[in-house]
């Protein structure tokens, strides 16, 4: 049998029109680090990659055969008119034929066939255009409903809900984003993920267990994104469901829904995700899955952001495409860990404490981690101000920069675009010394009023250490501070030390450790913090 073509041959030979049976008018192509597709209407044909990864093998031609088949299989439950069979692709004198005659040729790859749906209804347009609601989504639940219930847990599915199941799949997908530690994610983000699945599993354990026993582990869908819910008046199509790797597929209930409800955040619309979540929980009388809503969107993101490092990586992707999946990959990331310190809400982390103690570095590690704006009361002032952020100010700006007045404005002005985030879901980290008792407590009045969780994270340090960063940073440029060594006494006789009874969400970190092991703790206090 002669050997299987390349990819980058398989894509070149079926760029004409001759190499299908119907006379294309138009052949596009896309491709996943899995699968290179051909979209050519009213058909499309799926070619599974010569690839063999930690969770999947497409090594040889009998293996991708097989895998079709059982794509066709499996989705044809939840979109049994898309799926039309698998078909050969076949070396004959004129080059590769997409499902010739027998006969023609020896056959050299396989591809699954399916019909042409087109891109205007899938959910993920249909939402970017502002044309789907409730109805839609309503729509969604019904179709989802009848598919678990028509489909009720079997012992060997259930067996992926046992606890040493669940925690070998989330300790492969940590294995594999360790490539991604340094470039897509930091290392403190990394290991605070890891805590966060850690502590999950050991304070839910109970709830884990009753929920196989009750028969909430199915053989689902398992990659239940919006790009993959079609809609059309008469139908609602999900489609290119997991057929590899059927520990990915065999999973509880919640982490199906999870994905879809993590896409929608993604996506900005978080008042549909809520509907989606409660209309399943309702539809399926599983009044405890929005409890695992945050951990498992927190999987479903880093599963993402691994697949998408791994398309980064793909020489057989063009270069901006591989810019465009680093991109991706890092706000996958990033929204993983949000779930894992704010749940399904937006948070006001207020990184405080004396000039010196590395609150401006933690601020902007922890902002980073989370992709949210890191908002310093430094930068503010002087813009609001007019005055160049990397210049120090000179006495008579300084005076100027620091009246009570200009101090109220900058502080006020935390408050309000904090409050302004948290109303679009969004979270927000603050940088500020927050020095004055009566500043965090109208901070906190604020807040508190428009019921906005926060978290006050107050960075210290020994006094001769301080002196030491203040001297240090005298003799640079380029920081929006004005604090300088010689300020040390005025800057500390101002400062209000919070006390134990100021606030319960009121934490000390010591930055005595690298910055790293600082961050890393911040992001464990906050993770402790969302229970």
């Known amino acids: 049998m002669p050997s299987s073509p390349s990819i980058a041959e398989l894509k070149e030979a079926l760029s004409t029109p001759d190499a299908y049976p119907h006379d294309p ?5 896309t491709q996943t680090h ?10 499309v044909y799926k070619i599974k990659k010569p690839v063999s990864l930690a969770y999947l093998d497409f090594s040889t031609l009998e293996r991708r055969r097989h895998f079709c088949e059982e794509e066709v299989r499996l989705n044809r439950r939840l979109a049994p008119d898309t799926y039309e069979g698998v078909v050969p692709i076949v070396a004959t004198e004129d080059g590769l034929r997409v499902d010739a005659d027998s006969g023609a040729g020896p056959v050299v790859e396989v591809a699954v066939r399916m019909k042409y749906l087109h891109p205007d209804q899938f959910l993920e347009a249909r939402l970017a255009r502002g044309q789907a609601g409730t109805a839609d989504i309503d729509r969604v639940v019904r179709t989802l409903c009848d598919f678990y219930e028509s489909r009720p ?4 599915v259930a067996e992926a809900g046992r606890l040493p199941a669940l925690r070998a799949v989330t300790e492969g997908n940590f294995a594999e984003a360790e490539a991604h530690v340094g470039t897509l994610l930091s290392r403190p983000a990394h290991e605070a993920l890891q805590f966060y699945a850690d502590r999950f599993y050991d304070q839910h354990a109970g709830l884990l267990q009753r929920r196989r026993a009750e028969g909430f582990i199915v053989e689902g869908h398992g990659d239940l994104r919006l790009e993959h819910v079609h809609l059309t008046d008469e139908r609602v199509a999900i489609f290119d469901c997991i057929e590899f790797n059927d520990e990915f597929r065999h999973l509880d209930v919640a982490n199906d829904v999870a994905f879809l409800a993590m896409d929608l955040d993604r996506k900005g ?5 809520r509907r989606f979540v409660a209309r399943m929980a309702d539809g399926l009388d599983d009044p405890t899955l929005p409890t695992l809503m945050p951990f498992y969107k927190s999987q479903r993101a880093q599963v993402r952001g691994k697949v998408h490092g791994l398309r980064a990586a793909d020489d057989e992707v063009s270069p901006g495409e591989r810019a465009r999946s680093r ?26 404490g004396r000039p010196g103690t590395g609150k401006s570095t933690q601020a902007e590690a922890v902002a980073r981690s989370l992709g949210w704006p890191h908002l310093a009361s430094d930068r503010i002032r002087k813009t609001l101000a007019g005055v160049p952020l990397h210049d120090r100010a000179d006495a008579n700006t300084r005076e100027r920069l620091y009246t009570d007045a200009t101090t109220e404005v900058t502080y006020a002005t935390l408050r309000t675009r904090a409050v302004e985030r948290a109303r679009r879901q969004q979270g927000t980290v603050l940088d500020a010394t927050y020095s004055r008792r ?13 019921d906005v969780p926060y978290v006050f994270v107050e960075v210290t340090a020994r006094d001769d250490i301080l002196k030491k960063r203040l001297r240090e940073r005298s003799a640079e440029a380029a920081t929006a501070s004005d604090a300088r060594a010689t300020d040390f006494e005025m800057l500390s006789e101002r400062y209000e030390a919070p006390d134990a009874l100021e606030d319960s969400r009121h934490v000390h970190i010591d930055t005595d ?15 402790r913090l969302s229970d």
């Open 513 to 527: 450790g690298t910055p790293a092991q600082t961050t890393l703790e911040i992001l464990e206090t906050l993770i």
């Open 153 to 156: 847990s079997r012992p060997e």
């Open 438 to 450: 009566a500043q965090r407590e109208r901070l906190r009045s604020t807040l508190r009023a428009a």
């Open 327 to 352: 991109a991706t990959a890092r706000h996958y990331y990033q929204l993983a860990l949000r779930y894992a310190v704010a749940g399904d809400a937006p948070l006001v982390v207020v990184v405080m």
């Open 25 to 29: 008018e138009e052949i596009t192509f």
């Open 34 to 43: 899995i699968s290179l597709i051909a979209l050519v209407p009213p058909r």
């Open 269 to 273: 619309h978080p008042d549909l995700s």
